[in-house]
């Protein structure tokens, strides 16, 4: 196999930029030039056009990463940017990272050979080392529906805190005081069950942390904390599932108990996905500005390539609660109401 602009970078512990420097002859310190010479020299590397176009020459080309083409809300962000893309002219690289660091490691150095002119990384990127060495070669980057605060990074996502508040708010002024919610680790669902405590709290209602469950996304992980919260002496009257995927894992494990949803137990999912209204019966969920956040983060990161925005932005957009019929007024206030 022949050796690429990645291998002369880490045999000689430098960055993919400081090799296309030198290969481009550009200004870079003498030491690091004469180590990644020497490095080139025992490699037998020759450079390429496209090792040439890291520095100089655009390729119109995206690196898009996203977590899981499975989940219908990523294959929908998928199709949005990639025709966004195409508007503004540029090709669409699409890697699935299945959540894994390795991959995402693999995926971005991969990318980085044929030379895209940026990455637009969706979702839960775990390898947040990968971001930093990206930022730090000050290849454009765009988080899309993520954010990472530590870092100064382009990002383009809802306001999941707000989302959390509006559907807790939902089933509070239903009646219901004892609200589950099944969450994944990603700072998305972090948001949201922190505006799930918000509004609990501004409502004098009691936060029981034994109601705040972490799945793993898989439906039998689903199933079995769904299980464990409706076993408990004093279970929930309403499950808030941090995605629409999650709440489908939810409303097959209740159906499979026999409770009647919304008469027994009410759901609430986030995303909107088309799944949301096929469900029976149809998903109460949080829609987010899909159209919108997709154009943003693909016009956003072609203004990084073109040098227009030398600024870091992080734009956040507003969620929509729709309700539908997965939702319903707690049996204690139907009572309430009839007395």
Do not use: W
């Not at 050979?113 to 775990?126: C, E, M, T, Y």
């Amino acid at each position: 196999m022949k050796p690429t602009i990645y291998d002369v970078a880490k045999e000689a512990g430098v960055s993919i930029a400081t090799v296309s420097k030198v290969i481009n002859n550009q200004q870079v310190g003498k030491k690091s030039k004469e180590k990644v010479l020497k490095v080139m020299k025992e490699l037998n590397y020759k450079p390429s056009i496209l090792a040439s176009a890291l520095t100089g020459k655009r390729t119109s080309t995206i690196g898009f990463l996203l977590p899981d083409l499975a989940n219908p809300f990523v294959a929908e962000m998928a199709r949005r940017v990639e025709d966004r893309a195409h508007e503004r002219g540029f090709n669409l690289v699409i890697c699935s990272t299945d959540f894994d660091t390795q991959k995402e490691a693999f995926y971005v150095s991969l990318l980085k050979q044929k030379s895209v002119d940026g990455f637009i990384l969706a979702g839960r990127f775990n390898n947040e080392e990968v971001i930093t060495e990206l930022l730090e070669e000050q290849t454009p980057v765009v988080l899309l529906t993520e954010s990472y605060p530590s870092l100064s990074v382009n990002s383009v996502k809802v306001d999941d805190f707000m989302g959390g508040y509006e559907v807790a708010s939902h089933l509070i002024s239903l009646g219901h005081e004892k609200i589950a919610v099944i969450g994944e680790d990603a700072n998305s669902s972090r948001e949201r069950i922190r505006g799930y405590k918000q509004a609990l709290q501004d409502k004098g209602l009691e936060i029981c942390e034994e109601m705040i469950v972490i799945s793993d996304s898989s439906p039998e992980d689903v199933e079995r904390l769904t299980g464990q919260l409706l076993d408990k002496s004093i279970p929930p009257t309403a499950i808030f599932a941090c995605n629409d995927l999650l709440a489908i894992s939810v409303i097959l494990a209740v159906r499979e108990r026999g409770i009647s949803i919304p008469d027994e137990l009410s759901i609430v999912g986030f995303d909107n996905t088309l799944l949301s209204r096929s469900t029976d019966p149809p998903l109460t969920t949080v829609g987010q500005p899909i159209q919108d956040m997709c154009s943003k983060v693909v016009d956003l990161l072609i203004e990084e390539i073109e040098g227009k925005s030398k600024t870091k932005q992080r734009i956040v957009l507003l969620p929509k609660l729709i309700i539908r019929k997965s939702t319903g007024v707690h049996r204690s206030k139907i009572k309430d109401q009839s007395n």
